[in-house]
């Protein structure tokens, strides 16, 4: 006999959660801020922004920056990352993890802060071609933690909320799940520390991809 699915569609978070990608984020905004004349942010000013949409996560981070700056301090921030886009790869473990799900016919879909360019050039890898069924990002629909983008992902496979999991290693997403009406798994490996994530209930906080693995196994 086969185990009843729990969930149809699963939702992941992508840097941070799929990506390796924090650290080089955390430089990239901090190299932008000084660029324009900022305040370096912290290390940890500086994860906090990730996963929220460009514009908004700069804005929190470098406080003192004049708004009419941030058109300025968004182009340095893609500047930057582009300059180390290429010594960023997905965690081990990720491929073979969602090759699974796939296998047992979940559908499987990405809600990022990320932009749509962003995220589609590192989707058009060969070794991610077809494996995602869906997407969102911040500047298509509304940042985290809005719930917009699980909204429109929910309608798009007519899925339920409670028929949804959202993964991700950050309190935004967390809490789009939460503001979506979805269970949530959280991580501890990405931008957030994982005692953040206790008041928003998550089913899993998982300390590592073959713990999320056996996890999304036994209970997705």
């Known amino acids: 006999m086969t185990r009843p699915r729990q969930f149809d569609l699963i939702c992941f978070d992508w840097d941070g959660t799929l990506f390796d990608s924090t650290a080089i984020i955390v430089r990239c905004i901090q190299q932008a801020v000084v660029d324009v004349g900022g305040t370096m942010p912290s290390a940890d000013a500086a994860s906090y922004v990730i996963g929220m949409a460009l514009t908004p996560a700069l ?5 003192d920056v004049p708004p009419e700056r941030y058109p300025e301090l968004g182009a340095r921030y893609r500047h930057h990352y582009l300059a180390q886009q290429h010594d960023i790869s997905l965690f081990n473990g990720v491929l073979p993890m969602l090759a699974e799900l796939k296998g047992r016919h979940h559908w499987l879909a990405v809600a990022t802060g990320k932009s749509r360019r962003g995220l589609n050039d590192v989707l058009a890898t060969r070794e991610l071609q077809g494996v995602f069924d869906g997407s969102r990002t911040a500047d298509e629909t509304a940042g985290k933690p809005d719930p917009l983008m699980l909204h429109e992902l929910m309608r798009e496979f ?6 949804t999991l959202m993964i991700g290693d950050t309190t935004h997403d967390l809490e789009m799940a939460r503001n979506a009406g979805c269970a949530s798994v959280g991580v501890s490996y990405g931008a957030h520390p994982h005692e953040s994530f206790g008041a928003l209930n998550p089913r899993l906080v998982a300390h590592s991809v073959p713990e999320l693995h056996d996890w999304l196994n036994a209970h997705a």
């Open 59 to 63: 804005a929190r981070a470098a406080p």
């Open 158 to 163: 007519g899925t339920e909320p409670e028929r």
